[in-house]
């Protein structure tokens, strides 16, 4: 079932991109036995189809221009998928805290986030931590966003 297990990942693959951990467990629920799975996974990262570094650095930028996360809910959505913890930290390192800053502010901007009121204040920075900015980006957002520090 060797070249099954292949077709089966590639497929899974041209789906969309996934961790290593993600293609086991998707293998393993369609009864892959274990040697297949590991030889499937070898061969898919011999052949620069499978590869954790790249997959969290996508995934990073992904989230950061679409969605708007920030460091802290990438890495915890990037260790529920399995991923290595090295290639996590190199994906949620590119961004330098005044960049956060600004995509944080941005946020608020989109989203009309008024924080001229104590209540405004606590709003956005629960609206921020949510997105997965650090308690410090978050204030840092709110401030150049017109609040005063709290």
Not at 10 to 39: P, Q, T
Not at 56 to 74: N, Q
Not at 79 to 89: A, F, N, S, W
């Amino acid at each position: 079932m060797p070249n099954e297990a292949f077709e089966l990942a590639v497929r899974a693959l041209g789906r969309r991109e996934r961790s290593c951990a993600e293609l086991e467990a998707w293998l393993r629920e369609r009864g892959v036995e274990d040697a297949d799975i590991e030889a499937t996974l070898l061969g898919l990262e011999e052949l620069g189809e499978l590869d954790d570094a790249r997959f969290a650095r996508r995934y990073a930028e992904d989230k950061r221009e679409l969605s708007g996360w920030g460091a802290e809910r990438i890495r915890g959505a990037l260790l529920e998928r399995g991923v290595p913890p090295e290639h996590i930290e190199a994906a949620v390192a590119t961004d330098d805290p005044s960049t956060e800053v600004e995509r944080a502010s941005a946020l608020l901007v989109r989203r009309s986030e008024a924080v001229d009121s104590e209540r405004g204040r606590a709003r956005a920075l629960g609206y921020l931590t949510r997105k997965g900015y650090s308690y410090e980006v978050a204030h840092e957002a709110i401030r150049a966003h017109g609040g005063t520090s709290g």
